[in-house]
């Protein structure tokens, strides 16, 4: 079984950063793409930001040229710098995974971290 975890949100000023992480444990051989969702109240969950193995990067419209992802292939870990905050960016933010396992390939989700931004 395989466990994503989440930390770094919390509430902060518009216009400030957070740097959100998440780190995967438990039977993994690799991890192929590794993504951050976020949901809003009454919205549907939006992909924001998503990076291959190989570090290949790729944003929503919405966040582009505010907020970085990235990865630490040795720890599992994959990480949104989130700047010029804005509040329409409050959302719980999930992260996601394509994990190899033993004997398959398999998506797993996170339990998700509170952003809040507001003055």
């Known amino acids: 079984q395989v466990q994503l975890v989440e930390s770094g949100g919390g509430l902060v000023q518009p216009g400030r950063s957070l740097r959100l992480s998440c780190a995967a444990s438990?039977?993994?051989?690799?991890?192929?793409?590794m993504r951050w969702y976020r949901q809003a109240p009454g919205k549907q969950r939006e992909l924001v930001a998503g990076i291959t193995y190989d570090g290949a990067p790729n944003y929503a419209d919405s966040v582009k040229g505010r907020f970085t992802i990235s990865r630490a292939n040795a720890k599992n870990t994959v990480y949104l710098q989130m700047n010029s905050l804005k509040p329409e960016d409050t959302a719980v933010y999930y992260c996601n995974a394509d994990v190899w396992g033993p004997t398959s390939l398999d998506n797993y989700w996170g339990q998700g971290t509170q952003v809040t931004v507001s003055s």
């Open positions: 438990g039977s993994i051989f690799s991890i192929n793409t």
